[in-house]
Every structure is written in structure tokens, then in C-alpha cells.
């Protein structure tokens, strides 16, 4: 499975776009990009995910560059509730394996 | 909007006593994983469940750890001896088959 890189912490201004990028170098054609993200003391919850094209849902936007080696995830308004640690992860499309790093620790400050 | 369940929430043991944590996947799922977090990293895949059946136990420690997932709905985990080590909180998720994992909300075990 391809390694991911992020950077281990960012902040951001509520109501500010939250732009947090991966960096995934070695991802192979069929392998998904895949965001979760954990606030304290809970379980990681899903995200968002892109194998090729950008997408969008309620949550965020996830925006995957041409070459497949970097992406990012954009949450468009944060809030408070948004401060969690976010992991990129890639995801082979043949097997259900997750391979969580550290992530980027996202601080949403008033 | 189905969730993965997982009790107890919280677990305080003495080392050397057994432990056991329960998970009920989301309906229909036929995939169940257990994972192990150690405060300030990322979970690990503990033991991958496909039905009733292992399909990836490769980072199980088989001397102290087990899991079973009999009618290929809910499952357990159980440790036993508990060692200072294993304090961590262990993390239940399901999936359909190749397709997205969903956690629960995880129980937290100290072993004191």
C-alpha cells in the first residue's frame, strides 16, 4: 500500500476554508484516496473518498491533482466542532486494508 | 443513520485478568475489523473478519489475543492475560465488501 505524508498540524480560522493536504507519491492506478477523521476520545469517521475525479459531499470537497500524487481535502466553512485529527489514507481497490499514519491535527480557533 | 456498536465504552482491569469487548457491525455488512490504537498514533488492523470466517489475523498477538465473529454478525474480542501494555483503545468497524469502513465509537481499555 502506498504511504501517505501530511503535515502534523495545521490551524484555521472558523469560518475559514480548511485546506489540508496528502501527499501520496507512490499511488498505483488502482488505488483510492480515502479521509477520515477523529475528534478526541472517538471513533475515526468517514470522510470522503476519490479514486481519479474531484468530489464533493455535505461534508467536504476532495480535490486530487492529475498526476495522482497529491490531494486535498477542503472543508469549505470550519467550525469548531471541525478541530479532529485527519487521516489520509490510500486504499488498494483490491483488498479492504486501511493504513492509518498520524495524520494532520486540525485546530479550528474562534 | 446506521452505526457500528461497540460496548463497553470504558474498561479499567489489573493486568493478568481477562477482558472481553463486544461489536455489533452495521446491518448487512459482511466485513467486521478490529483495530488497536495507542494514544497518538493511528489505528492498526488487529483481525479481519469476512462472515464467520479470518481473513487477515497477521497483526493478532495469538498468545494473548482472540476473536470470533460465530453467526458472521456480531463479534468479540478477548484478551487474556491483560498486560500493562495493552492499555489502548480498541476500535470495531464494518464495511460492506471493497467498499468504505465505518467505525464505532470505540472502547477505551486501561490496565493498570
Known amino acids: 500500500d502506498a504511504k501517505t505524508t501530511q503535515p502534523t498540524s495545521m490551524d484555521c480560522a472558523e469560518g475559514r476554508a480548511a485546506n489540508l493536504p496528502c501527499n501520496h507519491s507512490?499511488?498505483?492506478?488502482?488505488?483510492?484516496v480515502y479521509w477520515y477523521r477523529q475528534i478526541h476520545s472517538q471513533g475515526p469517521q468517514y470522510i470522503i473518498h476519490?479514486?481519479?475525479n474531484n468530489e464533493t459531499n455535505e461534508m467536504a470537497s476532495l480535490i486530487i491533482t492529475e498526476d495522482r500524487k497529491s490531494s486535498t481535502l477542503i472543508l469549505p466553512h470550519a467550525t469548531l466542532r471541525d478541530t479532529a485529527v485527519y487521516y489520509c489514507i490510500v486504499r488498494n481497490v483490491g483488498t479492504d486494508k486501511l493504513i492509518f499514519g498520524t495524520g494532520t491535527r486540525l485546530q479550528v480557533f474562534p | 443513520e446506521a452505526e457500528v456498536a461497540q460496548s463497553p465504552r470504558y474498561k479499567i482491569t489489573e493486568k493478568s485478568q481477562a477482558v472481553a469487548f463486544w461489536c455489533d457491525p452495521i446491518s448487512g455488512h459482511a466485513t467486521l475489523y478490529w483495530y488497536r490504537q495507542i494514544l497518538g498514533q493511528g489505528p492498526e488492523l488487529l483481525v479481519q473478519?469476512?462472515?464467520?470466517?479470518?481473513?487477515?489475523d497477521s497483526q493478532l498477538p495469538k498468545d494473548r489475543f482472540s476473536a470470533e465473529r460465530l453467526k458472521g454478525v456480531d463479534s468479540t474480542l478477548k484478551i487474556q492475560p491483560a498486560e500493562l501494555g495493552d492499555s489502548a483503545m480498541y476500535l470495531c468497524a464494518s464495511s460492506p465488501v471493497r467498499d468504505t469502513q465505518y467505525f464505532g465509537p470505540g472502547t477505551r481499555l486501561t490496565v493498570l
Open positions: 507512490t499511488i498505483s492506478g488502482n488505488e483510492y
Open positions: 476519490g479514486l481519479k
Open positions: 473478519f469476512q462472515d464467520e470466517s479470518v481473513v487477515d
